[in-house]
């Protein structure tokens, strides 16, 4: 059996507290990422329908959501379901293929 001693299981707990960190800053890195991706589609959202002249109400209403739920799509907001921003995109003639 191997016997740790006090300096090792500070290392050891030093190793694990470390991974913790990494996954921690990975998850927030991703995490960032998707959130700059959906202000992203949020804008071109918003581009795409002023482009069109299209007023607010009408694009929400087209798109059978609120006029707050577009708001809150073109500002990229995270809490908005993801069929949402779909129904909006084919409102406006957006596809997902060229965003």
């Known amino acids: 059996m191997m016997r740790i001693t006090?300096?090792?299981e500070i290392l050891y707990m030093f190793l694990i507290v470390y991974?913790?960190?990494?996954?921690?800053?990975?998850?927030n890195i991703m995490n960032n990422s998707l959130l700059i991706?959906?202000?992203d589609l949020g804008a071109k959202i918003a581009a795409q329908r002023k482009a069109l002249g299209v007023r607010a109400q009408?694009?929400?209403?087209?798109?059978?959501?609120?006029r707050v739920t577009l708001h809150r799509?073109?500002?990229?907001?995270?809490?908005?379901?993801?069929?949402?921003y779909?129904?909006?995109?084919?409102?406006?003639?957006?596809?997902?293929?060229?965003?």
């Open 6 to 8: 006090v300096g090792g």
């Open 19 to 27: 991974k913790m960190y990494k996954l921690y800053i990975i998850r």
């Open 37 to 39: 991706q959906q202000l």
């Open 58 to 66: 009408s694009a929400a209403r087209s798109a059978g959501i609120s």
């Open 73 to 84: 799509i073109e500002k990229g907001e995270t809490s908005v379901s993801l069929g949402a």
């Open 86 to 99: 779909l129904q909006v995109c084919q409102a406006l003639g957006l596809h997902l293929g060229i965003l």
